[in-house]
Nanobody, 120 residues
Framework: QEQLVESGGGLVQAGGSLRLSCAASDIIFRTHTVAWYRQAPGKQRELVAT???????NDAHSVKGRFTASRDNAKNTVYLQMASLKPEDTAVYYC??????????????WGQGTQVTVSS
């Protein structure tokens, strides 16, 4: 059964940096585009960045130039390097395949996410 474990979040001041990691328990990450998503309190989950199996990335306009996705297929791990953080980046960050979310027994599967809090 697929398992996603996000880590690396924390409390940081505006302008600071964090590096998030997402480890998958299966080789599914090696052959799929993976995305980072985030969900702020009271808001819908939004797409932040994607990275294809060969490493091509695409970022949401709100994070372009500040966030960079990368991956290590041998470790089934995807990273999100975040710089110049802003208070509006505060959210729980998740990873998953893209565009189709991992489905287990007919339901979308999400890991526990990792909390990023940016203070002003």
């Amino acid at each position: 059964q697929e398992q996603l474990v996000e880590s690396g979040g924390g409390l940081v001041q505006a302008g600071g940096s964090l590096r998030l990691s997402c480890a998958a328990s299966d080789i599914i990450f090696r052959t799929h585009t993976v995305a980072w998503y985030r969900q702020a309190p009271g808001k819908q989950r939004e797409l932040v960045a994607t990275i294809t199996p060969d490493g091509t990335t695409n970022d949401a306009h709100s994070v372009k130039g500040r966030f960079t996705a990368s991956r290590d297929n041998a470790k089934n791990t995807v990273y999100l390097q975040m710089a110049s953080l802003k208070p509006e980046d505060t959210a729980v960050y998740y990873c998953n395949t893209h565009p189709y979310i991992i489905t287990i027994n007919g339901a979308h599967y999400w890991g526990q996410g990792t909390q990023v809090t940016v203070s002003s």
